[in-house]
């Protein structure tokens, strides 16, 4: 086994390796590092090792790299999945076997924001969606419409991830994607409508009745897995007639309304900063250097958000709020 901290002649040795031989080393030690992506890149690296897996890895050329994105797309394979092929590809290389330099000259098929949607739900749309949501979607989709929370995010909330108070959601890095990154936790200020449905829902008693501490529950039950959630949404897009799936023209998906919320942050008039500490993304160019908004600015955020919100939603939609969540 090789190490980072290879002398010349170990690198040598690994000039003579074949792909499949640098792809074992790759998984072996990723594996013992609990890598958390590691089935998507034993998957991504078996696919090019059906072409690639007996030649050397320094034998490789950019123009064989290049014409194997083209025929993987030609195959039917979305321009995302081959881009992982390669993303994982350029990993093992550059981790395993430093000295070699082939995959440093191609450039990622995946153009950034060639994979990036811009649909976004109308206020009419996302008011039909919520008449035909079941109960525990509704929920839901009003805490992710008021907060730009993901999906994960929601199901994995937690009764101690929330302030006695109700005035703060603080998410841990471990269930935020920015989170395995910068392992920093994430603050969202609770608006209004989403303080409604915590109410609602009222806080279970979890040391005396055994019940779950987790937030948003499907009958009793934690929301396990994302499956259920994207079943549930579905079947309400269907009944609300709103096209839904990446392959239907002009059709939604979950992720959409993280978008719709940035959107109608900036219509708000919320400050880029505030909108992007709010959503845990991080600032960019100098402003991570000379920003640093607090508690009292994001929910001085929120609140004009929200106030923006329930205006474009219409009185019909507090009455509904009312309705849905008490």
Same mark, same amino acid.
Not at 76 to 102: L, S
């Given at each position: 086994?090789?190490?980072?901290?290879?002398?010349?002649?170990?690198?040598?040795?690994?000039?003579?390796?074949?792909?499949?031989?640098?792809?074992?080393?790759?998984?072996?030690?990723?594996?013992?590092?609990?890598?958390?992506?590691?089935?998507?890149?034993?998957?991504?690296?078996?696919?090019?090792?059906?072409?690639?897996?007996?030649?050397?890895?320094?034998?490789?050329?950019?123009?064989?790299?290049?014409?194997?994105?083209?025929? $993987?797309?030609?195959?039917?394979? +979305?321009?995302?999945?081959? @881009?992982?092929?390669? &993303? !994982?590809?350029?990993?093992?290389? *550059?981790?395993?076997?430093?000295?070699?330099?082939?995959?440093?000259?191609?450039?990622?098929?995946?153009?950034?924001?060639?994979?990036?949607?811009?649909?976004?739900?109308?206020?009419?749309?996302?008011?039909?969606?919520?008449?035909?949501?079941?109960?525990?979607?509704?929920?839901?989709?009003?805490?992710?419409?008021?907060?730009?929370?993901?999906?994960?995010?929601?199901?994995?909330?937690?009764?101690?991830?929330?302030?006695?108070?109700?005035?703060?959601?603080?998410?841990?890095?471990?269930?935020?994607?920015?989170?395995?990154?910068?392992?920093?936790?994430?603050?969202?200020?609770?608006?209004?409508?989403?303080?409604?449905?915590?109410?609602?829902? $009222?806080?279970?008693?979890?040391? +005396?009745?055994?019940?779950? @501490?987790?937030?948003? &529950? !499907?009958?009793?039950?934690?929301? *396990?897995?994302?499956?259920?959630?994207?079943?549930?949404?579905?079947?309400?897009?269907?009944?609300?007639?709103?096209?839904?799936?990446?392959?239907?023209?002009?059709?939604?998906?979950?992720?959409?309304?993280?978008?719709?919320?940035?959107?109608?942050?900036?219509?708000?008039?919320?400050?880029?900063?505030?909108?992007?500490?709010?959503?845990?993304?991080?600032?960019?160019?100098?402003?991570?250097?000379?920003?640093?908004?607090?508690?009292?600015?994001?929910?001085?955020?929120?609140?004009?958000?929200?106030?923006?919100?329930?205006?474009?939603?219409?009185?019909?939609?507090?009455?509904?709020?009312?309705?849905?969540?008490?």
């Amino acid at each position: 086994m090789v190490d980072e901290g290879s002398s010349a002649e170990d690198i040598d040795a690994q000039r003579h390796w074949t792909f499949q031989n640098l792809t074992d080393w790759f998984l072996e030690n990723k594996k013992s590092d609990e890598f958390r992506s590691y089935d998507r890149a034993e998957g991504a690296l078996n696919k090019f090792n059906e072409v690639f897996g007996s030649r050397l890895v320094r034998s490789i050329k950019p123009l064989e790299i290049e014409k194997y994105q083209k025929d $993987r797309i030609e195959v039917g394979r +979305k321009r995302a999945t081959v @881009d992982y092929e390669i &993303t !994982y590809a350029k990993q093992a290389v *550059k981790v395993g076997v430093k000295a070699f330099k082939a995959f440093n000259r191609i450039k990622k098929l995946l153009v950034t924001g060639t994979n990036a949607r811009d649909r976004k739900f109308s206020a009419n749309e996302f008011i039909k969606l919520l008449d035909k949501a079941p109960e525990h979607l509704r929920h839901v989709l009003i805490v992710a419409i008021n907060t730009g929370m993901r999906k994960g995010e929601i199901r994995k909330l937690k009764w101690s991830m929330v302030d006695p108070d109700l005035k703060f959601f603080r998410l841990p890095a471990e269930i935020i994607k920015e989170g395995r990154k910068t392992t920093k936790p994430k603050v969202i200020p609770v608006s209004n409508n989403v303080r409604r449905v915590l109410v609602a829902l $009222r806080r279970p008693q979890v040391v +005396k009745t055994g019940r779950t @501490d987790h937030v948003f &529950t !499907y009958r009793g039950e934690p929301i *396990k897995s994302s499956g259920g959630l994207r079943r549930s949404f579905k079947k309400a897009c269907e009944d609300a007639k709103i096209p839904y799936g990446a392959k239907v023209k002009n059709g939604v998906q979950f992720r959409d309304i993280r978008t719709t919320v940035k959107t109608w942050m900036l219509n708000a008039g919320v400050r880029g900063a505030y909108r992007d500490t709010i959503l845990g993304h991080s600032l960019k160019g100098m402003d991570k250097y000379y920003i640093k908004p607090d508690e009292t600015n994001i929910a001085g955020a929120m609140t004009l958000y929200t106030d923006w919100l329930n205006a474009q939603l219409g009185d019909e939609f507090g009455q509904r709020l009312v309705n849905m969540v008490g």
